[in-house]
Structures are given as C-alpha cells and as structure tokens.
C-alpha cells in the first residue's frame, strides 16, 4: 500500500478566501488525482496532476478555481480559491501503484466547511 | 464516458449473516479494472478488493468475495460473516488504464448497515 499524508485534515474558512490542501506520498508516483466528495455524494475526479506539466482538469473544473502544484513525484497541492458556502465537501488526493498503477490509494481527506 | 451504478442506497445485514452489493458499469473499453472501497465516518477510503478485467477468475480477499460478470458488465460484493466494523459507506469504481493517467469512476455508494 501506499502512504499518503494530507494536511490540513479539516478546516472552516470564511467565503471568498482560499485553501491550499497539501498531499504528500512515502514514495515517487507519475500521476496524483484530486477528488471531491460533496456531502452524502460520491466522489468525482476534479483533476489529475503529473509532474512537471499542467493539471488536466476534468469538465466542470476550472484551474483558476482549483489551481493545482505538482513540484516533485511525491507532492502536490490543490487550493480551493474564493470558496463559497459550495465548495463544502471532502477533498481527497490519490495515487496509483502497482502494475500499470493499477492499485489506487487515497489520502485521509480534508473536510472543508466553508461559513 | 464510462458510468457506475449502484442500485442499493441501503443494505441491512445481520452480524455474522452475508450481504451482496450489486454494481453495474457502463464502458466500452476491453481492459479496465474495478474496486470496491469502504469509507467509514472517519471518511477514509479504504480498499477492499480490486479486479483486473483480462481476469476471469474472481477476486477474494478474506471475507469478501465479488461477483465479476464483464459480458453483463457487473461486479458484485459479498461481505460473509459480517461484523459490526464493516458498517460503512461503500463504493465501486471503475478504473480506465490510460497513458494519460488512469483515473476512477464511482458509483454513488451502499450503506451498509450491520446489526448486533
């Protein structure tokens, strides 16, 4: 398995400030993938990140809203810009492992509540 | 695009008796790989089980088994001898392998409920 560390784990942020969520990976992965889990809703890929080039975003996603880093093979950061009371959810940061990165694991998530 | 659904918003199960939740996709593709996740209220994802398409045979691991039909495109999940720390939400996925990177569709998830 793979050991991924998000921070903040939680957070309540006023509307119209940012967010910048931190993932971090015990080891080199190509590609790392932010998703959404609105409440009592499924998750939904926002976008996936590999180094050294830009996020490709998935549609209804948006880089300027959702701006994403991805400095090295074991970190990347998503920021939540201007947030509205919408933008309430679980965000979760994922990697793929094994053979043809196969085995997909997650972060512990980071609950966002935005007043 | 690929589409995951899970029929079952609820399920009930009495501790140590077995429980199936049902999963069905839609995709068009060959080779692809499935999951079944539970996320309890800590909100972790948490693997169960994986399957790779080009496999016929089913995946265990220990107490959970799944059903892959890939003709009727469905991929079941049995959970036997169930206990109260599988009360949670659970997800199947459908994985598509991309050089682009392979990403995960979900279904909207079973709540699974176990009763002492």
């Known amino acids: 398995s793979a050991v991924i560390s998000q921070k903040p784990s939680r957070d309540i942020c006023q509307r119209g400030t940012s967010l910048t969520i931190q993932c971090q990976v015990d080891?080199?992965?190509?590609?790392m993938f932010w998703y959404r889990q609105q409440p009592g809703q499924s998750l939904t890929l926002i976008a996936t990140?590999?180094?050294?080039?830009?996020?490709?975003?998935e549609s209804g996603f948006v880089i300027d809203k959702f701006p994403i880093s991805r400095p090295n093979l074991t970190f990347s950061t998503l920021t939540v810009s201007n947030m509205s009371p919408e933008d309430s959810s679980i965000y979760l940061c994922?990697?793929?492992?094994?053979?043809?990165?196969?085995?997909?694991?997650f972060g512990q998530g980071t609950r966002l509540t935005v007043v | 695009a690929q589409t995951v659904t899970q029929s079952q918003p609820e399920m009930s199960v009495q501790e140590a008796e077995t429980v199936t939740l049902s999963c069905t996709y839609d995709?068009?593709?060959?080779?692809?790989?499935l999951f079944w996740y539970k996320q309890p209220p800590s909100r972790q994802m948490i693997l169960v089980i994986r399957?790779?398409?080009?496999?016929?045979q089913n995946a265990t691991e220990n107490r959970f088994s799944v059903n892959f039909q890939k003709a009727a495109k469905s991929f079941s999940l049995k959970i036997s001898d169930s206990q109260l720390g599988d009360a949670a939400m659970y997800f199947c996925?459908?994985?598509?392998?991309?050089?682009?990177?392979?990403?995960?569709?979900f279904g909207g998830g079973t709540r699974v409920l176990v009763k002492p």
């Open positions: 990140a590999n180094q050294g080039s830009e996020a490709t975003y």
């Open positions: 994922s990697v793929g492992r094994g053979l043809r990165n196969t085995e997909a694991f």
């Open positions: 996925a459908y994985g598509q392998i991309k050089a682009a990177g392979n990403k995960l569709t």
């Open positions: 995709t068009s593709e060959s080779d692809y790989y």
């Open positions: 399957q790779e398409a080009y496999k016929q």
């Open positions: 080891s080199q992965v190509t590609m």
